[in-house]
């Protein structure tokens, strides 16, 4: 039965399919486009987009309208990177989604949520990201008005984004300005030269909303301050006294028509659109990578857990003889591990592999030859395939004694963090053994710095010198996985440095990524971070063996169902 759509009386009274019928219904006619102030007056910060095509015409008639901007010493500093490569954009958006992240760690938690609850980004939704850069390189002295202010010709470029806005608006167009970037990783991105600075990313396209007012005033976030309160007369006045005389992945992620489609389908069922929360988010990311290979009787989910052991343990880091390694190996397979006990609750199928054992201590010798990290890299990715066969998704877990210890310094190479800040104490430890596992990871980055030199260390020669059996295998397992089209599920820190780790290898590999939990270890809300991942659950686990993405994958299956199952409604 199809129900009326529900017509809110305030905000967008707009249905998807409406927006899709005509994306250009929102332009103005010809002759309105030269009412300047009306322009002005209904320019938005669009966040949602179809994705239909920019016609290269209209393109080439915003980017115009922008280089007509006004200029310091008509120097025209400005450029523009157009970006239409959605391995780019995947990857650009995985960089705003770990800064709006870390900017929601500084927040009080109220303000957090609140903030986590906005979209602040439609770099994935947008046919187009364009990208203003500012040319510096010309001496501020050289450049008529920069002498005495030098920062004149960011401000010009700041003009050009503007025109740029207004234009785009006149044409039907929305434009969202994010600025949730890290600047040097943005212009490391697209290569910028040394000089040259970027000003963030410009999302453009057809809107997929009509809001009549600022997105942020209508969530509640900010209000308008009335002109009165932002005018001075002749000096500054404040408080009634007037004051005296500043990278390519092989793998393809979901594009604009799986991203906005999935949307689509959610904009018409009789529930207000993210009702759901985190979990809507997580929803659209398992149906839009399901788009993608249609035609799939692939169902369900399923835990992989894979076992190694690490001579790491001879140093004093673990509270358990090794053997317990091989007894949860044992259990799991017979289907008595806490592991296999959770994917049978969460009704997800199960299989347990031994990824074999470490062959050096990481702090006298690397934990694994180069080869072997490439045979299980291998390994890893015909699994990872085969269980994306039959399954919607791929929940990964893992035991091993010690890797505690591995994952931490694994986390503390890849993102160059202090020991301190990626050591916890994982299951028993005390006090001393804390210290010690702290003074094993320092010491053992230390060893591999020291032996590769500067820069940013290559996820191959991380997982050969600090990491693991068990982290290669399920590395490439999210790669294997991705590549059939699953949906990948973390467990905690070991799961998701393997999964950072294979995002370092096949960038595309983000989009197929859902935290299912955040654990106790110090690092994994780090490592999380940089994945820009928000975990469904935060439950405190220390259970390993992928208990914790088990148990997220259950509740991301049932939300795929309470999704199909809630009614339809009209176009109203």
Known sequence: MTWNRPVPLIGDRTSAAERAEDVGAWAFPASARQALHDVVASRRDIRRFRPD???????????????????????????????????????????ADEQRLRQARQLEPDAARRLLDLQLEGIREAPLGVVVACDRRAPAAGVLGRATFPDADLWSCACAIENLWLAARAEGLGVGWVTLFDPADLEGLLGLPEGVVTLGWLCLGWPDERPPAPGLERAGWSRRQPVADVVMRERWAEDGATAPAPPPSHLRAPGRAEVVGVRDVADALLTPPGSLGLLDRAVDRLEAVGRLRSGSTARGGVLLLAAGRHRVTELGVSAFEDSVTDEVLAASRAGESSGAAAARASGLGFRAEDAGSATGDLLHADALAPDAVGALLERGR???????????????????????????????????????????????????????????????????????????????????????????????????????????????????????LAVRLEPGAAAYLVAGQRSRERAHARVLEHLGLEPLLDLRLRAGEGVGAALASRLLLGGLELRRSTGRTGRA
């Open 53 to 95: 095509p920019v016609p290269a015409e209209v393109l080439d008639r915003v980017l115009a309208a922008a280089h007509a901007a006004p200029s310091v010493g008509h120097s025209q500093p400005w450029r523009f990177v157009v970006v239409a490569e959605p391995a780019t954009r995947e990857r650009a958006a995985r960089m």
């Open 382 to 500: 015909a699994v990872g395939r085969e269980l994306a066969a039959e399954h919607l998704l791929v929940a990964l877990g893992e035991v091993g004694i010690g890797n505690t210890t591995v994952a931490a310094a694994l986390a503390a190479g890849a993102l160059d963090l202090p020991a301190d800040d990626v050591v916890g104490l994982g299951a028993g430890a005390d006090a001393d053994m804390l210290r010690r596992k702290a003074e094993v990871v320092t010491r053992a980055v230390a060893r591999v710095r020291r032996d590769a030199g500067p820069g940013p260390l290559p996820p191959e020669r991380l997982l050969a010198a600090l990491g693991g059996p068990e982290l290669c295998l399920l590395a490439g397992a999210v790669l294997g996985a991705a590549d059939g089209g699953a949906v990948v599920v973390l467990d905690g820190l070991a799961t998701s440095v393997a999964a950072l």
